[in-house]
């Protein structure tokens, strides 16, 4: 697909509503497409709005379900550590 292409599919994808089940075989598609595609999905689509769970973001090794998960674990310690520092 010429870049172009890849452009006007995402903007299709971006303006359509998608079922969830749609979403989530387009995040399986998409996770395993060329940088450039991901790239310019990311750009257009809100990755984290809770479709696409499944989808594993340029540059990462783990769905952003699993991202998503983790950020919110390191958040949590975060704020423990600051917490139990101020009780000292």
Same mark, same amino acid.
């Given at each position: 697909m010429t870049d172009e292409q890849i452009e006007n599919l995402i903007e299709t994808i971006a303006e359509? =509503? +998608? !079922?969830?089940e749609q979403a989530e =075989? +387009? !995040?399986r598609l998409l996770s395993?497409?060329?940088?450039?595609?991901?790239?310019e999905f990311e750009e257009q689509i809100d990755i984290f709005s809770g479709q696409f769970d499944v989808?594993?973001?340029l540059g990462s090794?783990?769905?952003v379900?699993?991202?998503?998960?983790?950020l919110a674990i390191a958040a949590?310690?975060?704020?423990?550590?600051?917490?139990?520092?101020?009780?000292?």
């Amino acid at each position: 697909m010429t870049d172009e292409q890849i452009e006007n599919l995402i903007e299709t994808i971006a303006e359509t =509503e +998608l !079922s969830d089940e749609q979403a989530e =075989e +387009l !995040s399986r598609l998409l996770s395993s497409a060329p940088d450039e595609v991901k790239s310019e999905f990311e750009e257009q689509i809100d990755i984290f709005s809770g479709q696409f769970d499944v989808y594993v973001p340029l540059g990462s090794t783990v769905d952003v379900e699993a991202r998503r998960s983790l950020l919110a674990i390191a958040a949590s310690t975060s704020i423990g550590s600051l917490s139990s520092r101020r009780r000292n």
